[in-house]
Structures are given as structure tokens and as C-alpha cells.
């Protein structure tokens, strides 16, 4: 089983609130991961990270922010949440063999009203 | 445009038989092809990754095929259990860059009936 956790599971918050979801590793992987997810939907990569003070936006443009302060924490920030942000998003990690599998966490199901 | 195509969207099929699941894709320069597994409010997880000089990968009851030439990949599940029940997606990962970008399918949501 991968080490790699996110929290909370589900979150429904009102519109206009800032949130933070969190996503840490235990596998010291320096590449870690966001992606979004709508039901029958592909997988969206919306930021990414090679390393500590290292994030770049992915192919889905997303409003939310990310940090990489530590190796094992990426989290990932919405400042002003709306109805359109709800999803699921998922955090994943993978080290430098690019021929590994990226480790997914069971994701963050968001919900806007 | 660099895609992946799986096929059928949906398949339901009753515990103990046999299935196979289709992905085409037609991203260049190819890098990796893997298999993940979805259950419902989870995260993927990995079943296979293949590189262009492997044509099958085994994980239990689930075998990959790889036919590069071509741009097809299928995924083979044997004797069945519920516990198959599942979205299964095709990645393809190009190697035209550092981070090795991902083209993930929709997937094929299975049902495995009793």
C-alpha cells in the first residue's frame, strides 16, 4: 500500500471560503501531484511539483494555489471557493524513474453551495 | 492531438468469467503505458506499466498486452471476483518531457454481478 494521505475526505463549505486541502507522503518522492477528477470523467493535472520550493501549474487551469515548503507535504489552497470548484481532487507522488507508478491518495471529494 | 481512447465505457459481466479491456492511444513519443484500478471513492491504483519493449505484464489474475506498432494495449481479467468491480484506466506517459506527462483515458467502469 502507498503512504500518501489526504485530508479531509469530503468538505462541503459555502461559497466565498478559503480552503486547504492537504495531501502528505512517507516515501521521500521528490514529484508530487494534483489532479482533478469529475464522475466518468479523465484525470486533470492542475499543478505539480519536482521539489521543496518547486510548483508549476499543469494542463487544467485551475484558481487554487500550491506550496512545497517540506518534500513530504504539497498542499493546496482555493481562496475564495465557488460552486464551479466542486470535485475531487487527488494528490499523487512518484520518485525520479519516470518508468514507476505515480501513488495516488484516496482524494478530496469538495462540494461548493 | 495526444489521446487515449478506451473501450467499451461500461461492462457488466458475471463472477467467474473472463474479460478483456481495449486502450488505444496515439500519444508521441511514447514512454510508458500503465493500467490503474479505481474503486469508487478511491484513489487509482497501480495493476501494470509496460515500456515499449514489453508486450505482456502479469499482476494475478490481470495481464497486460502491449502492441506498440499499432498503439493498442488490453487488459485481461480471469475468473472474475466482485471485488473487480471497478474503473479501470489507461495512462500513457510520453517521454518528450522532464516530468514525463500522463494522457489518462476515462476508463472502463466494470461491474462483476454474483
Known amino acids: 500500500e502507498a503512504d500518501i494521505y489526504q485530508t479531509p475526505r469530503y468538505l462541503v463549505i459555502g461559497t466565498g471560503k478559503k480552503i486547504t486541502l492537504e495531501c502528505s507522503q512517507t516515501?521521500?518522492?521528490?514529484?508530487m501531484y494534483w489532479y482533478q477528477q469529475d464522475p466518468g470523467m479523465e484525470l486533470h493535472l492542475i499543478h505539480y511539483?519536482?521539489?521543496?520550493?518547486?510548483?508549476e501549474k499543469g494542463d487544467l487551469s485551475s484558481e487554487s494555489t500550491v506550496s512545497r515548503i517540506r518534500t513530504e507535504h504539497f498542499p493546496l489552497t482555493l481562496e475564495s471557493a465557488r460552486p464551479s470548484h466542486t470535485s475531487q481532487y487527488l494528490c499523487?507522488?512518484?520518485?525520479?524513474?519516470?518508468?514507476?507508478?505515480?501513488?495516488f491518495g484516496d482524494g478530496t471529494r469538495l462540494s461548493i453551495l | 492531438k495526444n489521446q487515449v481512447e478506451q473501450s467499451p465505457q461500461s461492462l457488466i459481466i458475471l463472477e467467474g468469467k473472463n474479460c478483456t479491456l481495449q486502450?488505444?492511444?496515439?500519444?508521441?513519443?511514447?514512454?510508458?503505458l500503465r493500467w490503474y484500478k479505481q474503486d469508487t471513492g478511491r484513489g487509482p491504483v497501480s495493476l501494470t506499466i509496460m515500456t515499449f519493449s514489453e508486450n505482456t505484464k502479469s499482476n494475478g489474475r490481470y495481464t497486460a498486452t502491449l502492441d506498440a506498432d499499432t498503439k493498442q494495449s488490453s487488459l485481461h481479467i480471469t475468473a472474475s471476483q466482485l471485488s473487480d468491480s471497478a474503473s479501470y484506466i489507461c495512462?500513457?506517459?510520453?517521454?518528450?518531457?522532464?516530468?514525463?506527462?500522463?494522457?489518462f483515458g476515462r476508463g472502463t467502469q466494470l461491474t462483476v454481478w454474483p
Open positions: 511539483s519536482y521539489g521543496v520550493n518547486s510548483t
Open positions: 516515501m521521500g518522492h521528490d514529484k
Open positions: 495512462v500513457v506517459s510520453d517521454r518528450g518531457s522532464t516530468l514525463g506527462r500522463l494522457y
Open positions: 499523487a507522488s512518484s520518485g525520479r524513474d519516470q518508468n514507476q507508478p505515480q501513488h
Open positions: 486502450c488505444n492511444y496515439t500519444v508521441s513519443p511514447f514512454s510508458n
